[in-house]
């Protein structure tokens, strides 16, 4: 049963094959005897698994069960769960019990879900690798010796090792689609605006978005219908009518438009990554798709001008971890001011510590119009490069990251670490959604190397489409079914 999907575990539920308590069971043993290696969780949850996973029992039994009724689930350590611990990845918040849930979590109850626990992640969402984990890294399920990809990778690594059914990830700047493409499985980050962030803990505001990891486009159709929406307790997300993704999916892709960025194929694009990308073209030409290029052309700019607004927002939302109101406070301080100091110099790692220095120095008078507002101009120009492109196509394909996954402790300078994010950081600065969906591995082997992910993107609010679009080629190809040996382990 740790092998299905969402949909595939609610046929087997409905059929009475087994409960979701013996579901949640099965599930918690593997993570038991799994994780140790894995380090996929920050904290698992069985109390309060088995008593959700009895009430979709009961609904169930009495005929109210939804199509989430009863699915297991893990979530980010980013989203604040009540009565919890929610750290973020981050000694911070180590410490830190949430008195409520997230509407993500909110939404997720309600639907009837049994989450599992909260998966680890790199500290405050900032990293590519998981490596920037208070809890110490995440290991990638096809090959220990890998990352898992960042910063979801404790949600990546859980669904591809066969944990979790589906988890929930953020996207800053690359975070759902980059592990799952280094992990096997499918991610979408949502338009910005069309999930609310309320709870989720702040990485950068204007950037940060939530979606759903799982093993098929199909599953995020359900997850992302149970999670989008306006929601009053955050002004960024946007009133608009939550379309139904699963009738979606079914659409034919004759006619369908796709782009090929210019800008991305080139340089530092690995060779089979590439070769898997243009294999997934094709397979979408049979479906009757056509293929064209298409210009980003202030694609260059798409980092700089992150890793200038992204620390900005940040050094501004991580001001209020002060060692007063919540989180780690230091022993014994001599006065405010030592306290404010040692708590954050103990509480913050290495490139939380980095992102506020410089979101510090680019905030400050006399550097803001150069650096702040110089990025913020580029942002637009970034996002008027994808709406020009939207005009001459439907979507764009790339892949979701340069190269497979590396090797832990392979990338020692931030620099070279932040360049993992090429080709999905500009997604955010645009606001646009986009899917990570497996299509191919490294090594030349069909099952021994690592995964690679085909990075499918639309213009604002097209998730329906990029769904269907992932979807349609999930039912042309199989790599979405390959599974790594430990998911293949029974119990
Ligand atoms: N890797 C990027 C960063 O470190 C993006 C992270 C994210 O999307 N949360 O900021």
């Known amino acids: ?57 009961a609904a169930r039994a009495r005929g109210e069960a939804g199509p989430l009724t009863g699915m297991p689930l ?48 790199d500290e405050f969402a900032m990293g590519s690798s998981n490596e920037n984990s208070f809890y110490g890294p995440v290991k990638n399920p096809w090959d220990t010796e890998a990352v898992p990809g960042g910063s979801s990778g404790g ?61 098929t486009a199909e599953d995020c159709a359900l997850l992302l219908g149970a999670i989008a929406g306006h929601d009053l307790r955050d002004s960024t997300s946007v009133a608009r009518g939550v379309p139904d993704y699963i009738e979606e999916l079914a659409a034919p892709l004759n006619g369908l438009k796709i782009g090929l960025p210019r800008e991305y194929f080139g340089d530092g694009m690995d060779p089979e990554v590439e070769a898997a990308v243009r294999e997934a073209v094709k397979v979408y030409e049979s479906l009757g798709a056509t293929v064209r290029e298409v210009s980003l052309p202030h694609t260059h700019y798409a980092i700089p001008a992150y890793y200038v607004i992204a ?13 007063v109101r919540f989180g780690h406070r230091c022993d014994n301080p001599e006065d405010l001011i030592d306290l404010y100091k040692r708590s954050r110099a103990e509480g913050f790692g290495e490139e939380v510590k980095r992102r506020i220095l410089i979101g510090t120095h680019t905030l400050s008078e006399g550097f803001f ?72 591995f490294s090594g030349g082997r069909p099952m021994g190397g690592r995964p690679i992910g085909l990075q499918i993107l639309g213009t604002h609010f097209a998730e329906a489409r990029l769904l269907n679009v992932a979807h349609q080629f999930q039912q042309a190809t199989d790599w979405h079914r390959r599974r790594p040996a430990i998911a293949e382990e029974t119990l």
């Open 155 to 215: 949600s990546a690594a859980a669904v591809a090792a066969g944990l979790v059914p589906a988890a929930m990830g953020t996207d800053t700047g690359g975070s759902i689609r980059q592990p799952a493409a280094f992990c096997g499985i499918t991610g979408l980050k949502p338009t910005y605006g069309r999930v609310s962030r309320y709870g989720m803990i702040a990485f950068a505001s204007s950037l940060d978005q939530a979606g759903p990891m799982a093993r």
């Open 1 to 57: 049963m740790h092998d299905k999907t969402l949909s595939e575990l609610a046929s087997a539920l409905d059929a009475g094959e087994f409960s979701s308590r013996e579901l949640a069971e099965t599930l918690l043993t593997r993570i038991d005897r799994f994780d140790g290696n894995l380090n996929s969780f920050i904290s698992v949850t069985p109390d309060q698994a088995l008593a959700a996973a009895d009430r979709a029992d």
């Open 74 to 121: 893990a979530i980010k350590d980013l989203f604040c769960t009540e009565g919890v611990k929610t750290s973020a990845g981050s000694r911070m918040l180590d410490n830190f019990i949430s008195p409520y849930d997230a509407t993500v979590v909110e939404k997720l109850k309600a639907a009837g879900t049994v989450s599992l626990g909260k998966t680890n992640m």
């Open 311 to 323: 620390p900005a927002e940040a050094s501004s939302n991580l001001s209020r971890f002060d060692g």
């Open 369 to 440: 119009d150069a650096y702040y507002k110089k990025a913020q101009q580029v942002r637009r120009l970034i996002r008027q490069d994808f709406l020009d492109a939207f005009e001459e196509v439907d979507v764009l394909m790339s892949p979701a990251s340069p190269t497979p996954a590396f090797d832990l402790g392979a990338r020692k300078d931030p620099v070279s670490m932040y360049l993992q994010d090429i080709y999905t950081i500009a997604v955010n600065l645009a606001g646009i959604p986009g899917i990570s969906v497996p299509a191919g």
